[in-house]
C-alpha cells in the first residue's frame, strides 16, 4: 500500500494527507474550501488502508448523519467537472490536543446507505477537556467524546452546493498603523490568522469560492498578499461590493481595526489614520450610505474594534474600551442590516499577540481565532442541510462564538468582552434565481505610486533604524516602505555630494549636519541598533522582590543613569546649533537635525520615566500579583500619564512640539511620518499583573 501523499492548502496553510491513488486528482480543503493539488512527497501512512474510489451518491438517498468521512475525496467520474469534493485535514486544536493527552482512537470504516460504497476513515474522537476549573463540569462549552463529523462530501447536491449558493464576504483588517496602536494579524507561531478565518467562516456558511465564482474579497495588510488599507482603498472596497450584490444575495462585511467617536460622529480609521484629523478617517455615515444601497436581502455587518492585547499595552492611541456613545452609533445601522460589535460598552474587544497557555490556538483577533476553532471542531451544526434560499446561520454561530469568547477571556483573567449581536431585521421576500450571473467580481483600488523604495530608503539611512524606545525593531518599522512617498515631494530631500566622512572632518564647515550625525549616533549606541536589535531594558518581573533582587535591580538602574547623561550632554550640544539651521542650505540636512533633537529629548523623557519604574520595585510600590488568577509576575506598559516630574514633562511637550514642526513643514516625507508616530507615543510606563496561565488548556 502507498504510503498518502502531502499537500498544502495554499488558503490557510494547512496539511493535508490525501491517498496515493488520488495524488492526480482535484481535492477541496475542509477547512476553507481551496481546490488543491497534490504533491508527490509521500508521508507515512496514518490508516490501515485506503478506501476505493467514490462515487456519487442520488440526492433521494438518505445520508446518515453520524457518519465519519476520509481526510480528502477524489472527484468521482459522475461529478460535473466543476464539482470538486473536499480534503479533510486534522485541525491543529486536535493534533496538540491529542498529542497533549493521548494517542487518538479511530473509527473503522462505514458504509454508506443505498448500497453505493464509500469507505470512510474514521476522525478523531476528541476527549473530555481538562478546563472543569473554568467553565464548571457540565459547562455548555464543553465538548463531548463524540466523533468529529463533516457534512457528505460525496454529494453531488453539496460539492455543487457553495458555488450556487447567493452569498457574498468582504473582510478588511487593518493591524499596521501609522498613528495608533498597532493590532495583531496572528501569533508568534502563525502570523495570518486573518485569511484563516475568512475562509473557514466562508466555507462554514457556503459563500462561494470557486475560480470562475470567488465571493470571498479580503482586503487586508498582512498574510502573503498585504496591502495597505488607506482610506480610499477601504471606501471603494465597500462601495464596489456593495454596488455588485445582487437582490438575492446574503453579504457579510467584517471591519477589524480601530474606530474612534469625534464630536458625536463615529468614524472607521483606515492604516494611515490621524485620530487628531477627521479628514483622514472615513466616516461611519459614508459607510452606512453605501451599505443601505446595498441591494442584497441580508446584510450582516462585524465591527471587531476597540481591541487591546493581552498585556494591555497602549503604545499609541486607538484602544480605548468601546464607550456607550459610540456603540450606539455602530450599532445605528440602517434598516435591514444586522450588526454585531464583538465588544460591548465598557470593555475592550480581545486579541493575543503571545498565545495563553490556557488557550494555545489563540492568536489575534478572538473573535477571529474562535470562528477558527468554531469551524475547525465542527461546533456549530446546522439542523438540516442549508439551502440557497436559507439565510445566513448568524444567530446560531454568535451564540457559539459568545460562550467561547469568554471563557478565553476567563482563563486568560481578562474581562468578558461581552459582544452583542442586534436583533435580526425582518426578512426580505426576494426569490432565489440560481440561473441568474453571478455577483460581479471586482480588484481592490491600486495604491498610489511612489519613489522606489530602495531608493527612499537609501535616502533616509541615517533614520531608518533608529530602535523603538523599548523592544525589537521589526521590518513592519521600516519607515521607506509605510507609505508611498511621491517623487515630486521626495526629489527636494536628496543629500548632497558631500560625504558623512566629510562632515565628520569638518564639524566647523557644517555645524548643523554634524550635530544631527552626532545626536543619532549616540541614539544608536545606546539603543544598541539593528534590525533584530534590542534595548536589553527590563520589561518583565518574573520573581519576587526580595533583597536580591533588589540589589540586581540597583546594577540596571545605572543602565539608565548612563544613558541620560549621554542624552543630556547630546542636546546641550545640538541646541547650540539650532541659530545655524537657517543658514543651512540643504532641506535634507534641516529636517535630520530637527529629527535628531526631537528623538534625543523625546527619549531622555522615556529614560527617566523607566528609571522611576525600576525604582518602584526597589520601594515595594508595586501592583500585587493574584496568583489565583493565574497572574505569574508584572509586565511593563505604555501609558499616556508620566509621572516624572514637571521638568521631564516638559522636555516630553518640547520633543512634541519639535514632531509637530516637521510633520507641518515636511508633508510627504518619511520624516514627517515618522514624527507624526512618534509624537503620539505614550512615554508614561507602569508595571501590570500578567495572566500566564496554568496546566489546564481549554478546548
Same mark, same amino acid.
Not at 501609558?639 to 522636555?651: A, G, I, N
Given at each position: ?20 491513488? &488520488? ?181 462554514? &456558511? ?464 518619511? &520624516? ?28
Amino acid at each position: 500500500m502507498a504510503p498518502p501523499v502531502r499537500a498544502t492548502c495554499p488558503g490557510c496553510r494547512s496539511v493535508l494527507k490525501i491517498p496515493a491513488e &488520488w495524488a492526480d486528482r482535484s481535492v477541496k480543503c475542509k477547512s476553507c474550501g481551496t481546490v488543491v493539488r497534490a504533491t508527490a512527497t509521500p508521508v507515512a501512512a496514518i490508516v490501515a488502508a485506503p478506501p476505493p474510489p467514490v462515487a456519487a451518491v442520488p440526492q433521494a438517498v438518505a445520508v446518515p448523519q453520524a457518519v465519519a468521512y476520509p481526510e480528502a475525496i477524489p472527484v468521482a467520474d459522475a461529478f460535473p467537472a466543476e464539482a470538486i469534493p473536499q480534503a479533510f485535514e486534522a485541525s491543529e486544536t486536535t493534533k496538540k490536543h491529542s498529542r497533549r493527552k493521548r494517542k487518538t482512537p479511530y473509527l473503522t470504516y462505514a458504509l454508506l446507505a443505498g448500497g453505493l460504497v464509500a469507505a470512510a476513515v474514521g476522525v478523531g474522537l476528541y476527549g473530555k477537556p481538562l478546563y472543569e476549573k473554568f467553565a464548571g463540569k457540565d459547562s455548555a462549552q464543553a465538548p463531548t467524546t463524540e466523533a468529529k463529523v463533516v457534512p457528505p462530501a460525496v454529494n453531488a447536491n453539496f460539492a455543487n452546493a457553495a458555488k450556487r449558493f447567493p452569498r457574498r464576504m468582504l473582510v478588511v483588517s487593518v493591524t499596521k498603523y501609522l498613528y495608533c496602536n498597532t493590532l495583531a494579524a496572528g501569533n508568534a507561531k502563525n502570523e495570518d490568522m486573518v485569511s484563516i478565518a475568512a475562509r473557514r467562516l466562508a466555507y462554514q &456558511w457556503k459563500v462561494p469560492m470557486d475560480k470562475d465564482n470567488d465571493q470571498l474579497f479580503l482586503l487586508q495588510d498582512s498574510g502573503t498578499k498585504p496591502r495597505a488599507v488607506l482610506k480610499a482603498t477601504l471606501a471603494q472596497a465597500v462601495e464596489q461590493f456593495c454596488e455588485t450584490s445582487r437582490p438575492q444575495d446574503r453579504v457579510t462585511i467584517y471591519f477589524g481595526g480601530h474606530a474612534i467617536e469625534i464630536d458625536g460622529k463615529a468614524y472607521l480609521v483606515p492604516v494611515e489614520g490621524d485620530l487628531t484629523d477627521a479628514a483622514t478617517l472615513l466616516p461611519l455615515d459614508d459607510f452606512w450610505a453605501k451599505v443601505k444601497d446595498c441591494p442584497a436581502r441580508q446584510k450582516l455587518v462585524v465591527f471587531d474594534v476597540c481591541r487591546l492585547n493581552e498585556d494591555g499595552d497602549k503604545l499609541r492611541p486607538g484602544s480605548d474600551v468601546l464607550s456607550e456613545s459610540l456603540e450606539k452609533l455602530l450599532q445605528a445601522a440602517p434598516a435591514g442590516v444586522q450588526v454585531l460589535t464583538t465588544a460591548g460598552p465598557g470593555t475592550n474587544a480581545l486579541e493575543y499577540r503571545n498565545a495563553p497557555p490556557d488557550a494555545p490556538d489563540e492568536g489575534g483577533s478572538l473573535f477571529l481565532s474562535t470562528i477558527i476553532d468554531l469551524a475547525s471542531r465542527g461546533k456549530v451544526k446546522p439542523a438540516k442541510e442549508p439551502t440557497p434560499d436559507d439565510p445566513l446561520p448568524v444567530d446560531a454561530w454568535f451564540d457559539a462564538a459568545k460562550e467561547r469568547m469568554k471563557l478565553v477571556a476567563k482563563v486568560s483573567g481578562k474581562t468578558d468582552p461581552a459582544p452583542k449581536l442586534s436583533k435580526p431585521p425582518p426578512a426580505v421576500a426576494v426569490a432565489y434565481t440560481g440561473d441568474e450571473p453571478a455577483a460581479k467580481r471586482f480588484e481592490f483600488a491600486a495604491p498610489p505610486q511612489g519613489m522606489a523604495v530602495a531608493e527612499v530608503a537609501r535616502i533616509i539611512e541615517p533614520i531608518s533604524k533608529l530602535p523603538p524606545y523599548r523592544g525589537k525593531l521589526t521590518k513592519d518599522d521600516a519607515l521607506e516602505g509605510l507609505v508611498p512617498y511621491a517623487a515630486d515631494v521626495m526629489k527636494n530631500y536628496k543629500p548632497d555630494a558631500v560625504t558623512f566622512a566629510e562632515i565628520r572632518k569638518d564639524a566647523d564647515k557644517y555645524p548643523v549636519r554634524f550635530a544631527a550625525l552626532a545626536s543619532l549616533e549616540v541614539i544608536q549606541k545606546e539603543w544598541k541598533s539593528s534590525v533584530e536589535g534590542s534595548t536589553e531594558l527590563r520589561t518583565q518581573i518574573l520573581t519576587g522582590t526580595n533583597d536580591a533582587f533588589k540589589k540586581t535591580i540597583i546594577r540596571e538602574q545605572e543602565t539608565p543613569a548612563r544613558i541620560t547623561e549621554e542624552l543630556e550632554t547630546a542636546i546641550t550640544k545640538a541646541e547650540k546649533q539650532m541659530g545655524k539651521l537657517d543658514a543651512e542650505p540643504s532641506k535634507y540636512w534641516r529636517v535630520m537635525y530637527l529629527s535628531a533633537l526631537a528623538q534625543l529629548k523625546a527619549r531622555l523623557a522615556f529614560m527617566s520615566e523607566y528609571n522611576l519604574a525600576l525604582g518602584s520595585i526597589r520601594t515595594d510600590n508595586l501592583p500585587k500579583v493574584d496568583e489565583a488568577k493565574g497572574q505569574a509576575g508584572l509586565v511593563l506598559v505604555s501609558t499616556e500619564k508620566m509621572k516624572s516630574k514637571k521638568e521631564v514633562k516638559d522636555l516630553a511637550d518640547a520633543a512634541v512640539e519639535l514632531f509637530d514642526k516637521i510633520a507641518d513643514e515636511h508633508k510627504g516625507t518619511p &520624516w514627517a511620518i515618522q514624527a507624526k508616530r512618534y509624537r503620539v507615543i505614550a512615554l508614561g510606563l507602569e508595571w501590570k499583573p500578567y495572566t500566564a496561565g496554568n496546566s489546564k488548556a481549554i478546548e
